[in-house]
């Protein structure tokens, strides 16, 4: 839970600076985007269940 909340805090921390910056902000702008996001991170967990279990027989 330590990890989260860093990265959440140095998230926040990077868009305050990108948005006083007037930089477009590095990640993407639309929930289509997060989604994009969270389908790759459960893909790679999926990977790694699967190569688990492929290894354990």
Do not use: E, H, R
């Not at 990890?3 to 910056?21: E, Y």
């Amino acid at each position: 839970m330590k990890t989260v909340v860093i990265a959440l805090i140095t998230g926040f921390i990077v868009g305050f600076i990108f948005a006083f910056l007037k930089l477009p902000i590095p990640a993407p702008p639309a929930l289509a985007g997060i989604s994009g996001i969270i389908g790759i991170y459960l893909g790679f967990k999926c990977f790694q269940w699967i190569l688990s279990l492929i290894s354990s027989t």
